[in-house]
C-alpha cells in the first residue's frame, strides 16, 4: 500500500512555457500532499503543501504565483511551473501522507518528475 | 544550526560490515524520525521510522534514537553492494512537515 505516481516522469519545455506535473496516491487518501525541489546532489527542499479543497500552504521564497498548486480531490495535486525558465530545471518530487493506521505521519514519495528547461 | 544535520559523506564500508549513519536535530523538530534511502535519479524511499528513545529493528536495519542527545542513527548490517545509496534523515515539524538532512551517501565496496 501507500502508493504515490507521478506524471509524467520526466519533461523538457522551452522558456517560457508552463509544465503541469500530476501526483496521484493510488491506493489511499491523503488530504495532505507536499511538493519538494531537489537540485543536483542537494537535499529536498519543501516548495509547499497541499491541502485538499484549500488553498496551498508555501514555504519562504517560493513564489506561489509561478508554482500554481491544486488539490483537487482527496487523490490528486497538481503543481504547474508557469513561465518556465532555465533556473527552474530540477528534480520535482511530490509526497502524500497517511491520515491514520499503521503508517500515520510517514511520508510517501512519488517517483518524481525531471524538468529541463531551455 | 541547520535543523537536521547529516555527515555528507561519503562512508565507505566493505561488504558484510555493518554500516553507521549519524544525524542530529535542533529543536525544532519533533520528535518522530525517518530514514529514507534515496538512489541516484530516484526519489527517496523510506526504510523506517523511530518515535521512541532506543532502538527499533527491521530485518537488516536498526535505528536508534537518543531524545536527550538529539541524535537518531540507523545502522545497516551486513552490508551489501546494493545498499550503496544517500540516506537522508527526517525529522518532523509543525503538523507533518519534515525537515530533512542533507544525505550522506554510502558506499558499499565489494
Known amino acids: 500500500g501507500a502508493v504515490v505516481s507521478q506524471h509524467p516522469s520526466w519533461v523538457i519545455c522551452k522558456s517560457g512555457t508552463s509544465v503541469k506535473i500530476e501526483c496521484r496516491s493510488l491506493?489511499?487518501?491523503?488530504?495532505?500532499m507536499f511538493w519538494y525541489r531537489q537540485f543536483p546532489k542537494q537535499s529536498l527542499m519543501l516548495m509547499a503543501t497541499?491541502?485538499?479543497?484549500?488553498?496551498?500552504?508555501?514555504e519562504q521564497g517560493v513564489e506561489k504565483d509561478k508554482f500554481l498548486i491544486n488539490h483537487a480531490s482527496l487523490t490528486l495535486s497538481t503543481l504547474t511551473v508557469t513561465s518556465a525558465h532555465p533556473e527552474d530545471s530540477s528534480f520535482y518530487i511530490c509526497?502524500?501522507?497517511?491520515?491514520?493506521?499503521?503508517?500515520?505521519?510517514?511520508?510517501?514519495f512519488g517517483p518524481g518528475t525531471r524538468l529541463t528547461v531551455l | 544550526q541547520k535543523e537536521v544535520e547529516q555527515n555528507s559523506g561519503p562512508l565507505s564500508v566493505p561488504e558484510g560490515a555493518i554500516a553507521s549513519l549519524n544525524c542530529t536535530y535542533s529543536?525544532?523538530?519533533?520528535?518522530?524520525f525517518f530514514w529514507y534511502r534515496q538512489y541516484s535519479g530516484k526519489s527517496p524511499e523510506l526504510i523506517m521510522s523511530?518515535?521512541?528513545?532506543g532502538d527499533k529493528e527491521d530485518g537488516r536495519f536498526t535505528a536508534q534514537l537518543n531524545k536527550a542527545s538529539q541524535y537518531v542513527s540507523l545502522l545497516i548490517r551486513d552490508s551489501q553492494p546494493s545498499d550503496s545509496a544517500t540516506y537522508l534523515c527526517?525529522?518532523?515539524?509543525?503538523?507533518?512537515?519534515?525537515?530533512f538532512g542533507s544525505g550522506t551517501k554510502l558506499n558499499v565496496k565489494p
Open positions: 509526497s502524500a501522507n497517511l491520515a491514520a493506521g499503521v503508517s500515520y505521519n510517514e511520508q510517501f
Open positions: 491506493d489511499f487518501q491523503a488530504t495532505t
Open positions: 497541499s491541502n485538499e479543497g484549500s488553498k496551498a500552504t508555501y
Open positions: 529543536d525544532r523538530v519533533s520528535q518522530s
Open positions: 523511530i518515535y521512541s528513545n
Open positions: 527526517a525529522g518532523r515539524y509543525n503538523f507533518n512537515k519534515f525537515y
